[in-house]
């Protein structure tokens, strides 16, 4: 059973930073898709990053294209959110979701079909 641990939210003012990590229980790491997804209270989980480790692919949602930077380091099996110019739309708890082995193309990692694996979740709060 895959193991996701996220953590690195908290409370911030707009224009701010933050950087979330997730760590992943699983030994061939490299292999996998990994993803964030954030919901807002009332709106339904969305995507906002992920990043394809085998093909070096990553994928982001225009929302967060500019501000926000999905890396990954494979010695520490755990994957990072760098959040940056935080805004108060950005409020949300944030998920990170590890991908299946099943092939699927592109498109499909920006929203959750892919997605086997799935974290707590970690909140954050932006505040005007």
């Known amino acids: 059973q895959v193991q996701l641990v996220e953590s690195g939210g908290g409370l911030v003012q707009a224009g701010g930073s933050l950087r979330l990590s997730c760590a992943a229980s699983?030994?061939?790491?490299?292999?996998?898709?990994m993803g964030w997804f954030r919901q807002a209270p009332g709106k339904e989980r969305e995507f906002v990053a992920a990043t394809s480790w085998s093909g070096g692919s990553t994928y982001y949602a225009d929302s967060v294209k500019g501000r926000f930077t999905i890396s990954g380091d494979g010695a520490k099996n755990t994957v990072y959110l760098q959040m940056n110019s935080l805004k108060p739309e950005d409020t949300a708890v944030y998920y990170c979701a590890v991908a299946g082995d099943t092939f699927y193309s592109d498109r499909y990692y920006y929203t959750a079909r892919p997605y086997k694996y799935w974290g707590q979740g970690t909140q954050v709060a932006v505040s005007s």
């Open positions: 699983i030994r061939t790491f490299t292999s996998y898709t």
